[in-house]
């Protein structure tokens, strides 16, 4: 399966083509709709999110509610488009137009992808780059995100995301009884936290941080359960599943480090203290005594939960002053304004979901038989039996 996003934060809409998804999926706006609400809630959001209340609409590759194994068109319209009409119209405008059309940007954001986007496509209004690097674009991959969901569930497979860590603020009570346990708290959290007292402390930063122009980051965490053994593949560099994770929760817009398990702390620790140890049952066949590995060995699930967690920056848009070169001028200067979110990190763990998912559902849909939904989940299902009597 592949996917491709298409769309400005701020032009007429946000599109997504997905190819190869398995026919009888059953599908309905309904289900993406819900996962792009969860997206735009969340402490420290700015006023966009006031604007814009995404809704899907499915143009294409479903009929009467179930995939037809054809492309899935998916579209999210931008509400603030038509307070944006001219200065990203599609049409040709004259020089004097363009003078009126303002809102041309010369000053590049430390941190921000416009002026390296603006040299490589020889860009002079930065707001050619701004439109499309923008994290509205996550939206897009959110709604993918929940087509893949849909399909894991199917599978009995599923994906729960939680906040860790925001502004220095770590959550330290974190137990949970499952996934759904997980995902119902989550829910009541707007930082989508499970340590209610650390969840009052990063909104305490987070309220802080806007109060001083200023934006925070933090670290999310992706749980996926239910998965068979041996998806993905030792044998080549690019069928490692593991590897295909980390680059699309790094591909997520300000991510900056991926860790799997226990992650860099296995740096620390002696391998006897770091390899899970293997036991066999004859309820659940082979597993681990521990999960240090994350669900990964060889770029194979292993049967355990995958656990993975994403690094995200502070939002590099801010109201204070940080010191950058206007690019018509060459004249240094210390202040950009820009609409912006605080912190994002609750959204982003909602885009880290999506984005595991699309892999996890990707590498299944490729091994255990393209085409139909059902010769799938016979096939994981006779996987299954052989791996745990193997
Ligand atoms: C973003 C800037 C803000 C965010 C936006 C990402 O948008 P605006 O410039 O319109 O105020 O709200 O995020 C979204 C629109 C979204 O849907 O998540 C940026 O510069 O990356």
Not at 145 to 150: C, I, P, Q
Not at 355 to 376: C, N, P, S
């Amino acid at each position: 399966m592949r996917y491709v996003t298409a769309g400005e934060s701020h032009g007429p809409q946000l599109t997504a083509i997905i190819e190869g998804l398995p026919s009888y999926l059953e599908l309905t706006a309904e289900d993406i709709n819900s996962e792009l609400s969860r997206r735009q809630k969340g402490h420290g959001r700015g006023g966009r999110m006031l604007i814009e209340k995404d809704q899907v609409e499915i143009l294409s590759g479903v009929r009467h509610g179930k995939t037809l194994g054809s492309p899935v068109t998916l579209v999210v319209k931008n509400d603030d488009w038509k307070h944006w009409t001219n200065i990203m119209g599609i049409e040709p405008i004259t020089e004097t137009e363009e003078e009126e059309v303002k809102r041309k940007i010369t000053r590049p954001r430390p941190g921000h992808a416009d002026l390296v986007g603006a040299i490589k496509y020889g860009h002079r209004d930065m707001r050619n780059v701004l439109e499309r690097s923008s994290a509205r674009e996550t939206t897009t991959r959110v709604a993918v995100g929940a087509v893949a969901k849909k399909l894991l569930s199917e599978l009995g497979i599923t994906v729960a995301g939680h906040v860790l860590e925001i502004g220095g603020i770590k959550a330290e009570n974190v137990q949970f009884k499952d996934l759904n346990d997980l995902k119902e708290r989550t829910e009541q959290s707007t930082v989508r936290c499970l340590d209610e007292e650390a969840a009052k402390k990063m909104m305490a930063a987070i309220d802080k941080a806007k109060d001083e122009g200023d934006s925070i980051g933090g670290v999310v965490e992706v749980i996926v359960d239910g998965l068979p053994a041996g998806v993905g593949s030792y044998v080549h560099y690019d069928h490692k599943l593991d590897a295909k994770i980390a680059a699309a929760i790094i591909s997520i817009n300000a991510f900056k480090g991926v860790e799997f398990g226990i992650g860099f702390e296995a740096a620390r620790r002696p391998g006897s203290q770091v390899h899970d140890e293997i036991i066999w049952s004859e309820a659940n066949g082979f597993t681990r005594k521990s999960n240090n590995y994350g669900g990964f060995e060889g770029g194979m699930t292993n049967g355990m939960p995958i656990v993975v967690r994403g690094v995200m920056k502070p939002i590099p848009t801010l109201y204070k002053p940080l010191q950058s070169v206007d690019i018509d001028t060459k004249e240094p200067f210390a202040a950009s304004i820009e609409r912006s979110d605080s912190c994002a990190v609750p959204a982003a763990s909602v885009v880290a979901e999506a984005v595991v998912a699309w892999e996890i559902a990707t590498a299944i849909v490729d091994q255990f038989g393209k085409d139909r939904i059902d010769l799938i989940k016979e096939n994981i299902k006779k996987w299954n039996e052989r791996a745990r009597n193997y």
